[in-house]
């Protein structure tokens, strides 16, 4: 994986900025507020300290709960968690999670008028505290935000969506009537009106939740690959065909393309191959190319999903839409994209044009 800068044994001061802004700007944490940090043994502990405390200090009754080390991300919705963490989250109003990821229990909770907020990617891993830093402290989220919307605006409207790119993407999307999302990290409008229960943070990645059946064409995939247990870079491009929203053919790096259909064969669950179940564009200038959830949100990729979209529609998708059931969710990423939303031009070999 690529250039970690830094891994986090001690709190840096700088951290506390970053846990008042998620808590205080992105989750909107009140006073009195009943506050459940869920995390594993990924996570550094002084990370859950520095999250304990503010919100604590912000009034709020903090508790923290310790699960057994949680799944990887591509196999989180099979999983099954037990009643106990279940139990617990059930009384929280916000609850941080650094754990669970994707999961049935979480979006009956968010339904039911529990907020969450997903610090990283909710797996906690050791460099979560530069990550966090790097993408929430050293850019504007806010501006993020701005342009995320006015992007976000484009794709609403939008027909059809073509991805290209210099290593062999040429990909079409019927985009008509679906509702673009902006996910920037914050719950609340300017105003302090509630517009989402469910943030990860940090954000900046406009894009949809793509209906079962959808899109055609070739996935050129020159960035990250997340899938059975791993994050990888392929040193070639791995080349998906794709019709009607499905992969029929895997190709390219030898090493990738094999290791992941022998997985895929491996699950015997034909809805695996589904996707893109979600594509995004990312917009941060400082997300890297880590295993953190930044990784999605580096600015000009674009990062399709795989797999499992019935436990993420609920929180993104506005209307009702034929959606793919799967024990897992897999995710790939094309650098240096180009999109077009009916022609017109949102990123060019991944250069991102000006919208705000
Ligand atoms: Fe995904």
Same mark, same amino acid.
């Given at each position: 994986?690529?250039?970690?800068?830094?891994?986090? $044994?001690?709190?840096?001061?700088? #951290?506390?900025?970053?846990?008042? &802004?998620?808590?205080?700007?992105?989750?909107?944490?009140?006073?009195? +507020?009943?506050?459940?940090?869920?995390?594993?043994?990924?996570?550094?502990?002084?990370?859950?300290?520095? $999250?304990?405390? %503010?919100?604590?200090?912000?009034?709020? +009754?903090? &508790?923290?709960?310790? %699960?057994?080390?949680?799944?990887?991300?591509?196999?989180?919705?099979? #999983? *099954?968690?037990?009643? !106990?963490?279940?139990?617990?989250?059930?009384?929280?109003?916000?609850?941080?999670?650094?754990?669970?990821?994707?999961?049935? #229990?979480?979006?009956?909770?968010?339904?039911?008028?529990? /907020?969450?907020?997903?610090?990283?990617?909710?797996?906690?891993?050791?460099?979560?505290?530069?990550?966090?830093?790097?993408?929430?402290?050293?850019?504007?989220?806010?501006?993020?935000?701005?342009?995320a919307?006015a992007i976000g605006k484009i794709m609403d409207a939008g027909k059809v969506m073509r991805v290209t790119s210099?290593?062999?993407t040429d990909f079409t999307l019927n985009i008509d009537g679906l509702d673009a999302d902006v996910g920037?990290? #914050?719950? &609340?409008?300017?105003?302090?009106? !509630?517009?989402?229960?469910?943030?990860? %943070?940090?954000?900046?990645m406009p894009g949809f939740i793509v209906p079962?059946g959808s899109g055609d064409g070739v996935l050129?995939?020159?960035?990250?690959?997340? &899938?059975?247990?791993?994050?990888?870079?392929?040193?070639?491009?791995? $080349?998906? %065909?794709m +019709?009607k929203g499905?992969?029929?053919?895997?190709?390219?790096? /030898?090493?990738?393309?094999? /290791?992941?259909?022998?997985?895929?064969?491996?699950?015997?669950?034909? @809805?695996?191959?589904?996707g893109p179940v979600h594509i995004n564009l990312g !917009?941060?200038?400082?997300?890297?190319?880590?295993?953190? !959830?930044?990784?999605?949100? *580096?600015?000009g990729a674009v990062v399709c999903g $795989?797999?499992? @979209?019935?436990?993420?529609?609920?929180?993104y998708a506005?209307?009702?839409m034929?959606?793919?059931?799967?024990?897992?969710?897999?995710? *790939?990423?094309m650098?240096?994209a180009t999109i077009d939303i009916d022609g017109q031009r949102i990123c060019e070999?991944? *250069?991102v044009g +000006?919208f705000?």
């Amino acid at each position: 994986m690529t250039d970690y800068a830094d891994v986090s $044994f001690e709190l840096k001061p700088e #951290f506390l900025k970053v846990t008042q &802004y998620i808590l205080r700007e992105q989750a909107g944490l009140k006073s009195g +507020e009943r506050v459940l940090l869920i995390y594993d043994s990924h996570t550094p502990q002084h990370v859950i300290d520095a $999250f304990l405390g %503010t919100a604590a200090q912000a009034g709020a +009754e903090v &508790y923290a709960l310790k %699960t057994p080390m949680a799944p990887h991300p591509a196999v989180q919705p099979g #999983f *099954v968690w037990s009643q !106990l963490v279940i139990s617990a989250a059930e009384e929280a109003d916000l609850i941080i999670d650094m754990a669970i990821g994707y999961a049935e #229990f979480l979006v009956k909770l968010a339904k039911k008028g529990a /907020r969450i907020i997903v610090p990283g990617d909710a797996t906690g891993a050791p460099h979560i505290e530069d990550s966090l830093i790097r993408c929430l402290m050293l850019e504007d989220p806010r501006a993020v935000r701005r342009e995320a919307k006015a992007i976000g605006k484009i794709m609403d409207a939008g027909k059809v969506m073509r991805v290209t790119s210099a290593a062999g993407t040429d990909f079409t999307l019927n985009i008509d009537g679906l509702d673009a999302d902006v996910g920037d990290g #914050f719950m &609340y409008d300017e105003n302090g009106e !509630l517009l989402t229960s469910y943030q990860i %943070t940090p954000g900046g990645m406009p894009g949809f939740i793509v209906p079962a059946g959808s899109g055609d064409g070739v996935l050129a995939l020159d960035g990250i690959m997340l &899938y059975e247990n791993v994050h990888h870079i392929p040193r070639d491009p791995v $080349f998906f %065909t794709m +019709e009607k929203g499905r992969i029929r053919e895997i190709t390219g790096d /030898r090493y990738v393309a094999t /290791r992941l259909r022998q997985w895929l064969k491996s699950l015997n669950d034909e @809805n695996a191959y589904n996707g893109p179940v979600h594509i995004n564009l990312g !917009l941060s200038r400082m997300a890297r190319l880590t295993e953190h !959830l930044e990784w999605e949100r *580096v600015r000009g990729a674009v990062v399709c999903g $795989f797999g499992d @979209n019935s436990i993420l529609a609920p929180y993104y998708a506005r209307k009702k839409m034929a959606l793919s059931r799967s024990i897992v969710h897999w995710d *790939v990423q094309m650098q240096i994209a180009t999109i077009d939303i009916d022609g017109q031009r949102i990123c060019e070999d991944g *250069v991102v044009g +000006e919208f705000v």
